[in-house]
């Protein structure tokens, strides 16, 4: 049952029946006892009455103590079956829900894991984190609900079978009182569906404005916007309101129809019985056992009802999962191929640029852009690369294989919450003093003598404690912790002064010698210390070479490194 979880298979992605049967194989067992539990329990307690009415017929309409006697002991034992079956079927209901609301979460966090750039493109970050706060709980509790489910139809076919039995007519206004009660509820509970998945959408863009906003934050204190975006928050946030207004009003209409009309129905069915009894159809005992099974019925009604509602829900929220699960990732699958061709020429075919495995390769540019668009090529961030390490295309290797030697590290490093020592491992298992080296070669102490623990001491949420040039340090320290065989940087010290930039650029010569690594930059402080210099112009490599050299024989490239200084 737990590998089924932590690993389960791909979901379909097709109808949100279509994912309710994919989770319940997943977890048949824990749905199959609830089902044997519901069904004991409920059935018990539509039996109370029964046993009731037999009670006080045989032993006080006839006065016969022994009837009693065995009738109080059967109310006994069906007291035991309602309290044991009951508190088993709330045992695997509980399991049933936690086991889908974790499996939807499982599968929610492998596709944002392996295709969040390409979610991230597709979907608004609201809907993403919605599936995590709101749509796991709807999912798992249409699973908590089946126990109850299923014991609500097998009881209802049991008092039917007794109704039946006793008065034809009487128990046909329960059986067919009971259907058209459901009937009269479907009438309220389509529009609700449609106003529940009106304020999920209208939630999702609420949660995407807020984390675009706070993300955001330091730009629009400094421009001035903060104001604007308040009121664009504000704004959402009232038609979040009125979308839950809308949703409220039927929902209480559902809620009061669960009682109001169950509360009818009893009276009609008392009545009925009341003058069969007079006219001699049915006896006290009887009697007491409709009014019993009546008030039961709604029992099973409510529960049918809540079957209906949380199914509603789980198709929306399912919807929301299955569109998350739709998006495909940008890179095919791939067999395994060859070992990794540690220390091998990157070549682009797109643009001509060569840069030597094993060396610090800079490629400078005046478009900024066209420097990220190579730096994205040679880590096959995107679908296109048709970049080649040594003489195998990039686009032929597994893309775990990639994610696993080749590490592109941009300027806007994420950071999440948790220590620093966190950061800097990202999972891995290193020993501290190599990722205090890693933070001194960034030129990051600063960072540690900021927390008073430490490693141990906490990020915030994407760092907003740290400066630009903090954040930026720190991600090139955990760039350099990791240490794969092809480092990709881009302008990874676009946010520090000159005087950190001039050591950095020595550090990152010195602890990736041997290796290939590339930077995207501009900055002399940092083109000083590379092997080798790669310059576009137009997207295209016009000239190659040392630094040194570049400048000296090349106007353009000494145009661009020394933002058009001395031509000489």
Known sequence: ??????????PPTSTPGAFLLWGARLQWRTLVWGLVFGVIWMTAIALVPWAIGRGIDGGIVHDDGSALIRWSLVLAGLAVLVGGGGAARHWFAVENWLSGAFRTIVVADEAVTSRGQEIARVLPTGDVVSVASNDMEKIG???????????????YVVVAVLLLRQSVVTGLVVLIGSPVLLALLSLIIKPLQARQAAQREEAGRLTTLGTDTVAGLRILRGIGGEDEFVGRYAAQSQRVRLAGVRVAGYQAALD?????????????VVWIGARSVISGDLTPGELVAFYGYATFMSFPLRTVTEMVDKFIRFRVAAGKVQGLLRVESDHLPQPAGTPFPDGADLVDPDSGARMPGGRLTAIVSANPEDSAALAGRLGRLGADSAVTLGAIPLADMPIEQIRAHVLVNDPDSRLFHGSVREQLSAGRSIPDTRLVEAVDAAWARDVLL??????DGIVEEKGRGYSGGQRQRLGLARALVINPPVLILIEPTSAVDAHTEARIGASIAQERQGRTTVIATVSPLLLTHTDHVVLLVDGQAVAAGRHADLVREHAAYRSIVLRGGDDE
């Open 1 to 10: 049952m737990k590998s089924s979880i932590l690993a389960p298979p791909a």
């Open 141 to 155: 509790g249409v699973y908590d609900v089946t126990a109850r489910f299923s014991g609500a139809i097998v009881s």
């Open 256 to 268: 009061a129809s669960q009682t109001l009309l169950p509360g009818l129905f009893v009276v009609l």
């Open 450 to 455: 900021a927390q008073a623990a430490g490693l």
